[in-house]
């Protein structure tokens, strides 16, 4: 796997989240709770990108006092299996 950079989401990168949502899941989040979760959850909202800053994951949390949540995480079906996700 190539060097990746993992920073945290932003608007922008609401269509490639979506796009790696759609392709991972049979059921996936729609585009509006996505968002919602970007505006609720700004720091643990997080992709990974490649060096020509194309997005080939995410993952979204919650976190209150001693607990954490991990609500979604996904990788992009041909860069699965390279340690992405860890």
Excluded: W
Aim: charged share 20%; hydrophobic share 40%.
């Amino acid at each position: 796997m190539t060097d990746l950079l993992v920073r945290p989401a932003s608007l922008s990168d609401l269509s490639a989240i979506c796009a790696i949502e759609d392709d991972s899941f049979p059921s996936p989040y729609p585009r509006f709770l996505l968002q919602r979760l970007l505006q609720y959850h700004p720091e643990t909202f997080l992709v990974a990108a490649n060096e020509v800053d194309l997005l080939v994951g995410y993952c979204v949390c919650s976190i209150n006092d001693r607990t954490a949540h991990l609500i979604s995480i996904a990788v992009q079906r041909n860069h699965r299996k390279r340690g992405v996700a860890t």
